[in-house]
């Protein structure tokens, strides 16, 4: 079964940064994402990255927030930089097997436990 393991959440201040971080139990996958669900809203996507390297972004998070991947450590990264309080929200990473041409209408086949992230204003 596979794993993904999320790390570094926490509590942080309004302009301040944060790195997530999403070990895999085996080779990451095509495509791998960071979802986030705040309470009372629906799970959305924040951003993915392809195999080869594309990525997408969430409107609001675009020039705050840098996806990445190491394939070597089948981690995935999530940099979150000027965080806002509606950054507010559980983390989750997933990951789907398929290719996909639009990485943003990815599928995932696995997912990780969800990590809190708290941003005060």
């Given at each position: 079964?596979?794993?993904?393991?999320?790390?570094?959440?926490?509590?942080?201040?309004?302009?301040?940064?944060?790195?997530?971080?999403?070990?895999?139990?085996?080779?990451?996958?095509s495509t791998m994402g960071w979802y986030r669900q705040a309470p009372g809203k629906q799970r959305e996507l924040v951003a993915a990255v392809s195999n080869g390297g594309r990525t997408t972004y969430l409107d609001s998070v675009k020039g705050r927030f840098t996806i990445s991947r190491d394939n070597a450590k089948n981690t995935v990264y999530l940099q979150m930089a000027s965080l806002k309080p509606e950054d507010t929200a559980v983390y989750y990473c997933a990951g789907d097997r398929r290719f996909r041409l639009s990485i943003a209408a990815m599928t995932p086949d696995y997912?990780?436990?969800?990590?809190?992230?708290?941003?005060?204003s």
């Open positions: 079964q596979v794993q993904l393991v999320e790390s570094g959440g926490g509590l942080v201040q309004a302009g301040g940064s944060l790195r997530l971080s999403c070990a895999a139990s085996e080779s990451l996958f997912w990780g436990q969800g990590t809190q992230v708290t941003v005060s």
